[in-house]
């Protein structure tokens, strides 16, 4: 089964550039999507389409794809953007999958 | 505004059935797809499955870990969503979101739910 990759956990002081990996087999042809989950909260947008930013989403937020690997950033870190986030895409079936997510702690 | 509010979670038996619904509104609900994604206490995100647009046939797809246990229907008139859940297991203990992706719009899943807590228990 098609399988996306996160590192579990990235930690950043604020101000700092905090930068999200997303790996896949299938992200050179397809599309990555990133959600921001805070806490006992339901996942919010950030990126989709690899680098485009949702209306609200602060311009901090940046998104990019390479090969096989997607990466979501956050330039600058506050203290608010700590949260899990996670990417989405799909794969040559059309199976959607989510990423396992990542833990971002800004501190 | 745009808004989906799932309903129907609750305390079920291991084999046991429940059916959620995810109400929507601030939209033409008829032209999105609707996902459903659970969540599981402490873990990620799971697709659990989908049911797309009327323009698209109200094509299905479900995760393979739901499969023939979990149907996905909608019902265009009333703007809402169903998860038929048979055949339930202590590892669908979730809470499940509901939520859209509006047919030729790039943004997907720009909406969801605020979740409804499904626990399957003796």
């Known amino acids: 089964s098609y399988e996306l990759t996160q590192p579990p956990s990235v930690s950043v002081s604020p101000g700092q550039t905090a930068r999200i990996t997303c790996s896949g087999d299938?992200?050179?042809?397809?599309?990555a999507y990133w959600y921001q989950q805070k806490s006992d909260q339901a996942p919010v947008l950030v990126m989709y389409?690899?680098?485009k930013r949702p209306s609200g989403i602060p311009e901090r937020f940046s998104g990019s794809s390479s090969g096989t690997m997607a990466t979501l950033t956050i330039s600058g870190a506050q203290v608010e953007d700590e949260a899990d986030y996670y990417c989405y895409s799909t794969d040559s079936s059309g199976n959607p999958p989510f990423g396992g997510g990542t833990k971002l702690t800004v501190l | 505004e745009v808004q989906l509010v799932e309903s129907g979670g609750g305390l079920v038996q291991p084999g046991g059935s429940l059916k959620l619904s995810c109400a929507a509104s601030?939209?033409?609900?008829?032209?999105?797809?609707i996902h459903w994604v659970r969540q599981a206490s402490g873990k990620g995100l799971e697709w659990v499955g989908r049911i797309r647009s009327k323009p698209s046939g109200h094509a299905t797809a479900y995760a393979a870990s739901v499969k023939a246990r979990f149907t996905i229907s909608r019902d265009d008139s009333k703007n809402t969503a169903f998860l038929q859940m048979n055949g339930l297991k202590t590892e669908d203990t979730a809470v499940y979101y509901c939520?859209?992706?509006?047919?030729?719009?790039?943004?997907?899943?720009?909406?969801w739910g605020q979740g409804t807590l499904v626990t399957v228990s003796s």
């Open positions: 389409e690899d680098s």
């Open positions: 299938a992200l050179p042809k397809k599309y």
């Open positions: 939520t859209r992706h509006l047919l030729g719009d790039d943004r997907v899943f720009d909406y």
């Open positions: 601030g939209f033409t609900f008829s032209d999105s797809a």
